[in-house]
């Protein structure tokens, strides 16, 4: 392992976890490297693109990170299987207000992958593509750590919390890899989550139906969920 790599890696990890600028001094602080050392790390990202200064002060991330990002994102065999059985479950879901989403988790993160919604959903709804979530705190990073060991699990969420959600994660795995999500923050806002099984290795990836008017389907064997799990397994098939 290089240790100047590992800090440059640090500090971009640290720059796209918050939207607003982080000045050198608040990196040196966080990362605990010394502010002469964040200083040409920046000054090295700068110039080639993966940062940029920001015009009140301070650094945020640069416009070549999208390259590598979406570079990656098309690499994905898993959004091009997706997309039309998510634009397919669209079509069933007629004027309500729900969109079709997929999520991986990403170096102790969930991440939003891809989404498809109707015409009539309200964009107060809708996340960003690669808006980023607790693992721990949503329905699909859930369902996900269901399918890891006790050391990925500690790795990813921690030791404490991985004990805390055992039973749930049980649970989970008797459900066939189902799990749901009622966002207090947002009213009526849900989410029903399936893993994406693979023919081969071990699930990375989500089939997420969130929005509204789900409350009364919670639960595995809802309409809505059998669904979710049903197209959950046609893109499994492909990937």
């Known amino acids: 392992m290089l240790q ?13 976890t918050q939207p607003s600028p982080r000045s050198i001094v608040d990196l040196a602080a966080s990362l605990g490297v010394d502010r002469t050392i964040i200083r ?7 110039a080639e693109e993966f940062v ?21 994102r098309e690499r994905l065999s898993l959004r091009s299987a997706a997309l039309p059985y998510m634009s397919d479950f669209v079509r069933t879901l007629g004027e309500r207000q ?7 988790v990403v170096h102790r993160e ?6 498809v919604w109707n015409p009539g959903m309200s964009l107060d709804l809708v996340f960003d593509v690669g808006s980023r979530f607790p693992v721990g705190q949503s329905a699909s990073g859930r369902a996900l750590l269901a399918y890891m060991s006790r ?21 989970i795995r008797a459900a066939g890899g189902v799990d749901f999500q009622r966002r207090p923050d947002q009213q009526g806002h849900c ?40 197209y959950a397994d046609h893109i499994g098939d492909l990937i």
């Not at 729900?98 to 991986?104: E, T």
């Not at 969930?110 to 989404?115: A, H, K, M, N, T």
């Not at 921690?158 to 649970?171: H, S, V």
């Open 98 to 104: 729900l969109m079709v989403s997929i999520a991986a």
């Open 40 to 46: 040409r790390i920046l000054r090295t990202l700068e």
């Open 151 to 171: 050391e990925e699990i500690a790795d990813t969420v921690g030791a404490e919390q991985g004990r805390k959600l055992e039973p749930r994660l049980i649970a």
């Open 191 to 230: 989410a029903i989550a399936a893993v994406i099984f693979p023919r081969h290795g071990r699930p990375r990836s989500t089939l997420v139906l969130s929005g509204l008017g789900l409350e009364d389907e919670l639960y595995p064997d809802s309409p809505s969920a059998r669904q979710v799990r049903r």
């Open 52 to 72: 940029e200064p920001a015009p009140g002060g301070g650094y945020l991330i640069g416009p070549r990170a999208l390259v590598f990002g979406n570079a990656y």
């Open 110 to 115: 969930l991440l939003l992958v891809d989404q």
């Open 4 to 16: 100047s790599v590992e800090r440059a890696v640090a500090v971009l990890q640290a720059l796209a």
